[in-house]
């Protein structure tokens, strides 16, 4: 992938479409679009293996709309995040109709889990990266913006599942448990480092 980019824009610029000081900052902008394309087609192709096209993308997108603003733990190379992103996809969907065949009970108890996350979720976000760290404004934005997104998903799936679309909701909550996930992964990785100084 980073050989395409570079490629591409190379082509850009020698005819003179970018300027050469600018290639770092367009390569770097190719290879999150190109890796974003291939996630999402892979989150595609995943949903229609296991016939749940649209709770695959429902999944995605309600874990992306979290993560975008609470951060968490991040794989070393895109690879790796790759094949994380593959299992976790395949295993959210495993989950998702193993819930559409459970009784009542089970549900309500993986609705209280939710909730759990949700309050995980509003205490330890958001975390930022040696990448990108976040200033004080940054963070006070970022922790009001996955407020508001991770109760009005949590809000979401509950109307999902008292109007019968119990796929629908269990995506949503798989997305709100992979996140807090992500963001524990992170913390304790934070924690660990500064442990070892």
Not at 5 to 23: P, Y
Not at 109 to 120: G, K, P, Q, W, Y
Request: aromatic share 14%; with cysteine; glycine share 4%.
């Amino acid at each position: 992938m980073e050989k395409f980019s570079s490629k591409l824009i190379e082509f850009f610029v020698s005819n003179d479409l970018i300027k050469n000081e600018d290639k770092e900052i367009y390569k770097y902008a190719v290879n999150i679009i190109l890796s974003s394309l291939i996630h999402i087609a892979t989150v595609m192709i995943i949903g229609l293996c296991f016939n749940l096209f649209i709770e695959s993308l429902v999944f995605y997108f309600s874990f992306i709309a979290i993560r975008k603003f609470a951060g968490g733990y991040h794989a070393k190379t895109p690879v790796r995040c790759y094949l994380f992103s593959f299992a976790s996809n395949i295993i959210i969907l495993c989950l998702v109709k193993w819930l559409s065949s459970i009784n009542t009970l089970f549900i309500f108890i993986f609705i209280i889990f939710e909730l759990l996350c949700v309050v995980l979720i509003l205490l330890i976000s958001p975390l930022d990266t040696e990448n990108n760290p976040l200033t004080g404004q940054e963070k006070k934005m970022y922790r009001m913006l996955t407020s508001i997104i991770t109760i009005l998903i949590f809000i979401i799936s509950l109307l999902c599942f008292f109007k019968g679309y119990r796929n629908i909701g269990s995506s949503m909550i798989c997305g709100v448990v992979m996140s807090a996930l992500l963001l524990l992964m992170r913390k304790i990785q934070i924690i660990n480092m500064r442990i070892k100084k």
